[in-house]
């Protein structure tokens, strides 16, 4: 009796195994080896579908990686503000409309960082440029005599931190920098008293890249002209100026 019992049990046994096998292929045939590894898994990272179009052999983090660098330029149109407010008429500030064009150097100098919605990368950027008057400046609504026309920019000391996700095309960014000009704003005019000024300059904006390793963004920038009370007077031109930039 027991050895019958203990033949019907090892029968039974390889029934199960058989079924149990039965069932694993049947299930890999209609879900896929993948969904399987999935469930058998539960720590297999998922694949994130990358919208951004990385240049032709490069990926997103390759794109993004520290030391990379890119050149490019921003051009735009700006104008000056009543910063600070002036009371007495004689103190009007000039009204100056300009062209703005500024070309760039930027380096990567972290990589990608962060995480979440603060991932990104820190760069180094150089802008060297002009910005010329479009019009003969105005003070009292007439024409400045002696009408100053260009001031030439360097801004070699510029932190831009891009906020990068490899699941978007597209980056937000901010800005802030230092550097020195030179020109003739400071011709008849009550703000400035020296070609040479100091400037100081913050920002943001949008980029966009594209897959051919281009990119292009629009920005804002603040910008503010003055030499440190070098001489007077030293009322300082603030501006703004709203531009469109293109790298690669």
């Given at each position: 009796?027991?050895?019958?019992?203990w033949i019907l049990g090892l029968v039974?046994?390889?029934?199960?195994?058989?079924?149990?096998?039965?069932?694993?292929?049947f299930f890999s045939s209609a879900l896929?080896?993948?969904?399987?590894?999935?469930?058998?898994?539960?720590?297999?990272?998922?694949?994130?579908?990358?919208?951004?179009?990385?240049?032709?052999?490069?990926?997103?983090?390759?794109?993004?990686?520290?030391?990379?660098?890119?050149?490019?330029?921003?051009?735009?149109?700006?104008?000056?503000?009543?910063?600070?407010?002036?009371?007495?008429?004689?103190?009007?500030?000039?009204?100056?409309?300009?062209?703005?064009?500024?070309?760039?150097?930027?380096?990567?100098?972290?990589?990608?960082?962060?995480?979440?919605?603060?991932?990104?990368?820190?760069?180094?950027?150089?802008?060297?440029?002009?910005?010329?008057?479009?019009?003969?400046?105005?003070?009292?609504?007439?024409?400045?005599?002696?009408?100053?026309?260009?001031?030439?920019?360097?801004?070699?000391?510029?932190?831009?931190?891009?906020?990068?996700?490899?699941?978007?095309?597209?980056?937000?960014?901010?800005?802030?920098?230092?550097?020195?000009?030179?020109?003739?704003?400071?011709?008849?005019?009550?703000?400035?008293?020296?070609?040479?000024?100091?400037?100081?300059?913050?920002?943001?904006?949008?980029?966009?890249?594209?897959?051919?390793?281009?990119?292009?963004?629009?920005?804002?920038?603040?910008?503010?002209?003055?030499?440190?009370?070098?001489?007077?007077?030293?009322?300082?031109?603030?501006?703004?100026?709203?531009?469109?930039?293109?790298?690669?």
């Amino acid at each position: 009796m027991k050895k019958t019992v203990w033949i019907l049990g090892l029968v039974w046994g390889m029934i199960g195994l058989n079924t149990q096998t039965a069932q694993a292929d049947f299930f890999s045939s209609a879900l896929g080896e993948d969904t399987l590894a999935w469930s058998r898994t539960p720590d297999y990272p998922p694949q994130v579908i990358q919208a951004y179009p990385g240049p032709e052999g490069k990926s997103f983090e390759e794109r993004f990686a520290k030391h990379e660098y890119e050149f490019g330029f921003s051009l735009g149109y700006g104008y000056n503000i009543n910063i600070p407010p002036v009371d007495a008429e004689s103190d009007e500030r000039t009204d100056l409309r300009f062209a703005y064009f500024f070309p760039n150097f930027k380096y990567n100098l972290t990589g990608l960082m962060g995480s979440s919605i603060y991932q990104g990368a820190l760069f180094w950027v150089v802008e060297a440029g002009a910005a010329i008057t479009t019009r003969d400046p105005h003070r009292l609504q007439k024409p400045v005599d002696d009408a100053p026309n260009y001031v030439f920019g360097l801004v070699p000391a510029q932190l831009e931190y891009k906020f990068l996700q490899a699941d978007r095309s597209w980056a937000p960014f901010l800005f802030m920098g230092v550097g020195v000009s030179w020109g003739d704003w400071f011709a008849s005019s009550n703000e400035l008293a020296t070609a040479y000024e100091f400037i100081l300059q913050m920002g943001g904006g949008m980029e966009y890249f594209f897959s051919n390793g281009t990119a292009l963004n629009f920005n804002y920038r603040f910008w503010h002209l003055s030499n440190s009370n070098i001489k007077s007077p030293n009322i300082g031109i603030n501006a703004h100026i709203f531009s469109f930039g293109v790298s690669f």
